[in-house]
């Protein structure tokens, strides 16, 4: 079945400064890779994603750009803030897998000011 | 307001107690999940409910049992629970079916803790 490596596991930057979570995945079928984040206390919300048949996407300060050929694929945020402080989760799902989204084991990000 | 909400949002239970977790969406989705997040794990997919039938069971033991009266209601009865499987339980909702079933809407967790 699909396997979604994700890294770092925990990223601190400083408000202002860009961070960049990079996973990878394992089936070349694959077609669709959505990124989510979760707040303390609360469930995952999606904030962005991307199907094979682009390269990149943009929203305002979120980017999200995928490498079919590497199979792997990045979250890119700028001028972070204290408010993007959470857990982001990036997953993969494949044809083959039904309803099944395949997660990472999550990104702790904290932006301190 | 996420549009899936989740009852209880804690839960202490004892191994040999059965209790329920409750799940209601208000999207009007075709389909339902559970879904188990434990720390430095991935989420792990349970089971999924589309139009009221099961569609997946990931090897799951018999222990959690599933039920979908409705569209709109999903249940996880618990029995005879070990403490590793304290973990919170996530629901989601999307509004298709598979192959291309759009965003996972979640709820905000059952933390279930078994004793």
């Known amino acids: 079945g699909e396997n979604v490596e994700q890294h770092p596991s925990t990223l601190s930057v400083q408000e202002g400064d860009s961070a960049v979570i990079k996973c990878t995945y394992s089936?070349?079928?694959?077609?669709?890779f959505p990124w989510y984040k979760q707040e303390l206390g609360k469930g995952p919300q999606l904030i962005i994603d991307i199907r094979s048949n682009v390269g990149e996407k943009k929203d305002q300060r979120i980017a999200v750009t995928l490498n079919k050929t590497a199979k792997h694929f990045s979250l890119h945020i700028t001028e972070t803030q204290p408010e993007d402080s959470a857990v982001y989760f990036c997953?993969?799902?494949?044809?083959?897998?039904?309803?099944?989204?395949?997660f990472g084991k999550g990104t702790s990000l904290l932006v301190t000011p | 307001e996420t549009g899936v909400t989740q009852t209880p949002r804690h839960l202490v239970m004892g191994m040999t107690n059965k209790k329920s977790l409750k799940c209601e969406q208000h999207?009007?989705?075709?389909?339902m999940y559970w879904y188990k997040q434990s720390a430095k794990k991935p989420l792990e997919l349970m089971f999924v409910y589309s139009l009221e039938e099961r569609v997946e069971n990931n090897s799951v033991p018999s222990r959690f049992s599933p039920e979908c009266p409705n569209s709109s209601h999903l249940f996880l009865h618990l029995h005879t629970l070990q403490p590793e499987d304290s973990a919170l339980y996530l629901c989601?909702?999307?509004?298709?079916?598979?192959?291309?079933?759009?965003?996972?809407?979640f709820g905000e967790g059952s933390r279930l803790t078994v004793l």
């Open positions: 989601a909702s999307s509004p298709q079916r598979a192959p291309n079933t759009g965003e996972l809407f």
């Open positions: 997953a993969a799902r494949s044809p083959r897998s039904g309803y099944a989204l395949n």
């Open positions: 089936d070349s079928a694959s077609n669709y």
């Open positions: 999207l009007g989705h075709n389909a």
